[in-house]
């Protein structure tokens, strides 16, 4: 993967918008472009004219300008995947307008005195290149309080918090020829509707189970509840764990087992309307559990309980699963790029379908943040000069004039743009953090405006 100029890379993920007029989409560059070069900072200060700061507010208030409009076409090239394997990895994240209070149409949030939104992403992953490959989709949804008194029944029959997911699974869609598209979901997404949205598209899955006491069928027709299911599993092996250190918990080094038990999930007897009428009445998947043995006395001992659809008959394939769970992380961490790194909760303006553009420019921008920490470490050996902008490695060198461009590497690169933002580099400091890049990629923008303003560029 090359690094595209910033006006080259907004052109690239935003040209193809269709706002129902090409001003709008020419406006929409603008602001994009404006956010991309002080992405933490809010609509005022990323347009420094007034005409353009007026300009920003009426095209988010314009019913053309939408959640889906504004992303559609980075999330049209991101499933647009060559062969190869890519994780969709989704997760919901709240939106906290608590401090808003002019703003009008926010849901609930927490215990329900919180106001905001849930933003439900979907984050691909290129498991070959190793790299963010962008966001195949996502979904904005408003809580709402539960009606008193309510039966199970009613609410299956109702537009619930969990249809969320199997919704976002109807709008990624399947994945192209030769493409393995991998649904990774936390706990949250451990629902038998939400699954047969998956089997229904055609991709796989792994998802951490949440619900142990729900009845599975056996190979033998057996009907247990799945945590019995899992005390008949079978031993594959074991590896070490190194866990880092965190506040209040020692770093230490854990003893993990793998076993794997085959089962089915049947359809539950109370179900949906759209449940019946998939026909899937029951699915067919192997249970991975990762345990750690002999934990030390007061830690939580490490239990996972994961699903999936995809083969497992080896430690090798189970493995594979534990691995493409781990890297469940980068979706937290793409929320904290849009809330730390785009200020995504400073944004206040007076109603949230006004908002809702917004968070999709955001949601884009965040993808494009992130993506700048992994290139470096996913291509250590290609050449900054054939994978860098031109321009940023001039800005770069006026910045730091005794780094040597000759033979630089793009991973070298990469560590040089952290030092502008506070990374010291020393053996001992590890990789640089998102923030740390991003703060030198802030300069680094700095520096290239400057140049163009005075012609140098």
């Given at each position: 993967?090359?690094?595209?100029?910033?006006?080259?890379?907004?052109?690239?993920?935003?040209?193809?918008?269709?706002?129902?007029?090409?001003?709008?989409?020419?406006?929409?560059?603008?602001?994009?472009?404006?956010?991309?070069?002080?992405?933490?900072?809010?609509?005022?200060?990323?347009?420094?004219?007034?005409?353009?700061?007026?300009?920003?507010?009426?095209?988010?208030?314009?019913?053309?300008?939408?959640?889906?409009?504004?992303?559609?076409?980075?999330?049209?090239?991101?499933?647009?995947?060559?062969?190869?394997?890519?994780?969709?990895?989704?997760?919901?994240?709240?939106?906290?307008?608590?401090?808003?209070?002019?703003?009008?149409?926010?849901?609930?949030?927490?215990?329900?005195?919180?106001?905001?939104?849930?933003?439900?992403?979907?984050?691909?992953?290129?498991?070959?290149?190793?790299?963010?490959?962008?966001?195949?989709?996502?979904?904005?949804?408003?809580?709402?309080?539960?009606?008193?008194?309510?039966?199970?029944?009613?609410?299956?029959?109702?537009?619930?918090?969990?249809?969320?997911?199997?919704?976002?699974?109807?709008?990624?869609?399947?994945?192209?020829?030769?493409?393995?598209?991998?649904?990774?979901?936390?706990?949250?997404?451990?629902?038998?509707?939400?699954?047969?949205?998956?089997?229904?598209?055609?991709?796989?899955?792994?998802?951490?189970a949440a619900q142990l006491h729900r009845n599975v069928l056996?190979?033998?027709?057996?009907?247990?509840?799945?945590?019995?299911?899992?005390?008949?599993?079978?031993?594959?092996?074991?590896?070490?764990?190194?866990?880092?250190?965190?506040?209040?918990?020692?770093?230490?080094?854990?003893?993990?087992?793998?076993?794997?038990?085959?089962?089915?999930?049947?359809?539950?007897?109370?179900?949906?309307?759209?449940?019946?009428?998939?026909?899937?009445?029951?699915?067919?998947?192997?249970?991975?559990?990762?345990?750690?043995?002999?934990?030390?006395?007061?830690?939580?001992?490490?239990?996972?309980?994961?699903?999936?659809?995809?083969?497992?008959?080896?430690?090798?394939?189970?493995?594979?699963?534990?691995?493409?769970?781990?890297?469940?992380?980068?979706?937290?961490?793409?929320?904290?790029?849009?809330?730390?790194?785009?200020?995504?909760?400073?944004?206040?303006?007076?109603?949230?379908?006004?908002?809702?553009?917004?968070?999709?420019?955001?949601?884009?921008?965040?993808?494009?943040?992130?993506?700048?920490?992994?290139?470096?470490?996913?291509?250590?050996?290609?050449?900054?000069?054939?994978?860098?902008?031109?321009?940023?490695?001039?800005?770069?060198?006026?910045?730091?004039?005794?780094?040597?461009?000759?033979?630089?590497?793009?991973?070298?690169?990469?560590?040089?743009?952290?030092?502008?933002?506070?990374?010291?580099?020393?053996?001992?400091?590890?990789?640089?953090?998102?923030?740390?890049?991003?703060?030198?990629?802030?300069?680094?923008?700095?520096?290239?405006?400057?140049?163009?303003?005075?012609?140098?560029?």
């Amino acid at each position: 993967m090359k690094v595209l100029d910033s006006e080259q890379w907004v052109g690239e993920n935003f040209g193809d918008c269709n706002l129902g007029d090409k001003r709008r989409t020419k406006r929409l560059l603008k602001v994009a472009s404006n956010m991309l070069a002080a992405p933490e900072q809010s609509i005022p200060q990323q347009n420094q004219e007034w005409a353009d700061v007026k300009a920003a507010y009426r095209f988010f208030d314009n019913d053309n300008v939408t959640f889906e409009n504004v992303a559609q076409s980075h999330w049209h090239q991101t499933r647009q995947t060559k062969p190869g394997r890519y994780l969709l990895i989704c997760d919901t994240t709240d939106i906290d307008h608590y401090s808003h209070e002019a703003t009008t149409g926010l849901g609930m949030l927490g215990d329900g005195q919180g106001r905001g939104m849930q933003l439900h992403n979907c984050l691909m992953y290129d498991c070959n290149a190793k790299l963010i490959h962008g966001a195949a989709g996502a979904l904005i949804d408003y809580r709402k309080h539960k009606p008193e008194n309510e039966t199970k029944t009613q609410r299956l029959n109702r537009e619930r918090e969990t249809d969320i997911w199997g919704k976002l699974v109807d709008q990624v869609g399947c994945s192209p020829e030769g493409s393995q598209w991998i649904h990774v979901w936390d706990r949250g997404g451990d629902n038998f509707e939400a699954m047969c949205h998956i089997h229904l598209s055609g991709n796989d899955w792994v998802v951490r189970a949440a619900q142990l006491h729900r009845n599975v069928l056996t190979e033998d027709d057996r009907k247990i509840p799945l945590s019995e299911a899992i005390d008949e599993a079978r031993f594959l092996g074991s590896y070490e764990l190194n866990l880092r250190s965190r506040p209040g918990v020692a770093a230490r080094t854990a003893n993990m087992e793998v076993s794997v038990v085959r089962v089915r999930y049947p359809r539950p007897s109370q179900h949906s309307k759209w449940v019946k009428k998939c026909g899937i009445k029951e699915l067919t998947m192997n249970v991975v559990i990762v345990q750690e043995v002999d934990a030390p006395q007061g830690s939580s001992p490490i239990y996972w309980v994961l699903l999936t659809n995809l083969e497992v008959e080896t430690f090798e394939q189970a493995w594979q699963v534990i691995e493409d769970y781990e890297n469940r992380w980068l979706v937290e961490e793409y929320h904290k790029v849009m809330k730390s790194g785009c200020s995504l909760e400073i944004h206040a303006l007076r109603d949230s379908k006004r908002l809702e553009p917004l968070i999709g420019l955001i949601s884009v921008i965040g993808v494009r943040l992130f993506q700048l920490k992994l290139i470096g470490r996913s291509q250590p050996e290609a050449k900054a000069q054939t994978h860098v902008p031109a321009s940023w490695l001039r800005c770069l060198k006026l910045a730091r004039p005794k780094v040597k461009l000759t033979g630089m590497s793009v991973y070298e690169f990469f560590r040089e743009l952290a030092k502008l933002g506070g990374f010291l580099g020393r053996k001992h400091d590890g990789e640089p953090g998102w923030q740390t890049v991003w703060r030198g990629y802030r300069k680094l923008q700095s520096l290239l405006d400057g140049m163009r303003r005075v012609g140098a560029i």
